[in-house]
């Protein structure tokens, strides 16, 4: 993975190849980041799919104020998906393992794409692979999300209701078993 470190440069190249800017911000001694890099790094699916997906851009939270503040960073590592004009749709704070981090990602990727109409790409890279993310925490969210995708696709609510449902009986604590709104 080679990481830029500059956000004009991750924005240049953001337009030029079409792909997400995937920041980390991080800091001298973070043992998340440390952690991040001897472990969830080393997983090759997870490195094929960064490098698939997105433009690289690692920053220090200290040394890069403008950006830190302009983005509301605080803490380390944290993750930002940001388009080519480095506008934030998605942020996550701290360590993951690399199931988790690989969940988070197409989250982060849903998240960025879906106010651009990319539905199809939604639903294409939330599937990718989906069965090995059952059991990571984003499982609930990853489903609704790409439902979501769906329902403004086609303007027709029945899977996204079902799914819904589902989400309720199999993860009943999760935020999205509690999204279902309609009267029966």
Known sequence: MEWLTNLEQAKEESVKTKKIILLQFEMENCGGCKKLEATTYKEQKLVDEINE???????????????????????????????????????????????????????GIAETIMPRGKYDDIINIIDKDLV???????????????????Y??????????????????????STEAKMYFWDE
């Open 53 to 107: 997906w997105f433009v690289l851009l690692k920053l220090d939270l200290i040394k890069d104020k403008g950006v830190r503040r302009s983005l509301g960073a605080y803490w380390t590592p944290a993750i930002y998906f940001l388009d080519s004009n480095g506008n934030s749709y998605y942020h996550f704070n701290g360590y993951l393992p690399a199931n988790e981090f690989r969940a988070m990602l197409r989250l």
């Open 132 to 150: 090995e993310l059952t059991k990571t925490s984003f499982y609930p969210k990853l489903l609704a999300a790409r439902e979501t995708a769906r």
């Open 152 to 173: 403004i696709k086609i303007k027709d609510n029945s899977k996204l209701k079902k799914t819904l449902k589902e989400i309720q009986s199999k993860h009943p604590e």
